[in-house]
Antibody, heavy 121, light 111 residues
Framework: EVQLVESGGGLVQPGGSLRLSCAAS????????MSWVRQAPGKGLEWVAN????????YYVDSVKGRFTISRDNAKNSLYLQMNSLRAEDTAVYYC??????????????WGQGTLVTVSS | DIVMTQTPLSLSVTPGQPASISCKSS???????????LYWYLQKPGQSPQLLIY???SRFSGVPDRFSGSGSGTDFTLKISRVEAEDVGVYYC????????FGQGTKLEIK
């Protein structure tokens, strides 16, 4: 059974940093693109970042470029999101999601339960 | 950036009746590889999003056949042939031709 379990969310002050983690199981993690998708309270879904199977390609939504870094450790079956210079508008539930095995265009077939990040003073 | 526009934004349907959601993209979603990267997701209350339809019309594993997707280029439709109580939630279309963007979401409720 495919499982994605996020952790690392919490309350952080504006300008602060946080590192999210996603533990994957039930599939060959190193064979899939992985992504982070977020959802602000009461709002819709927003894609945040993608990373290729070997970490050689990464893509970000414009609003987080230069502040967020997506990474992965295939030996640990884990996905990460380092978030720096956090802003109030980054407040959201962050989901880890599994992409495809081919190109990055594929949607996400499995999602984690999400972890809440709150940026507030 | 590609803009995804869903209509309607809310839908109230009697159980057993059909429902339809439209999704229009600001650019064609047809890739040079011949695939059209349009997806449909359902987010049930209090849950994570779940994949319903991939590449316009393919149902994901376990998705009931009352759900169907159609369309091409820039115009797409999700249809539910007979709405059931368990179908309540917010439906999102999403494009994967130029990074990823979602539609605003369509909230389906039961009458």
């Amino acid at each position: 059974e495919v499982q994605l379990v996020e952790s690392g969310g919490g309350l952080v002050q504006p300008g602060g940093s946080l590192r999210l983690s996603c533990a994957a199981s039930g599939f060959t993690f190193s064979s899939y693109w992985m992504s982070w998708v977020r959802q602000a309270p009461g709002k819709g879904l927003e894609w945040v970042a993608n990373i290729k199977q070997d970490g050689s390609e990464k893509y970000y939504v414009d609003s987080v470029k230069g502040r967020f870094t997506i990474s992965r450790d295939n030996a640990k079956n884990s996905l990460y999101l380092q978030m720096n210079s956090l802003r109030a508008e980054d407040t959201a539930v962050y989901y880890c999601a599994r992409g495809g095995r081919g190109n990055w265009n594929s949607g996400w077939d499995y999602w984690g339960q999400g972890t809440l990040v709150t940026v507030s003073s | 950036d590609i803009v995804m526009t869903q209509t309607p934004l809310s839908l109230s349907v009697t159980p057993g009746q059909p429902a339809s959601i439209s999704c229009k993209s600001s650019q064609s979603l047809l890739h040079s590889d011949g695939k059209t990267y349009l997806y449909w997701y359902l987010q049930k209350p209090g849950q994570s999003p779940q994949l319903l339809i991939y590449e316009v019309s393919s149902r994901f594993s376990g998705v009931p056949d009352r759900f169907s997707g159609s369309g091409s280029g820039t115009d797409f439709t999700l249809k539910i042939s007979r709405v059931e109580a368990e179908d309540v939630g917010v439906y999102y279309c999403m494009q994967g031709i130029h990074l990823h963007t979602f539609g605003q979401g369509t909230k389906l409720e039961i009458k």
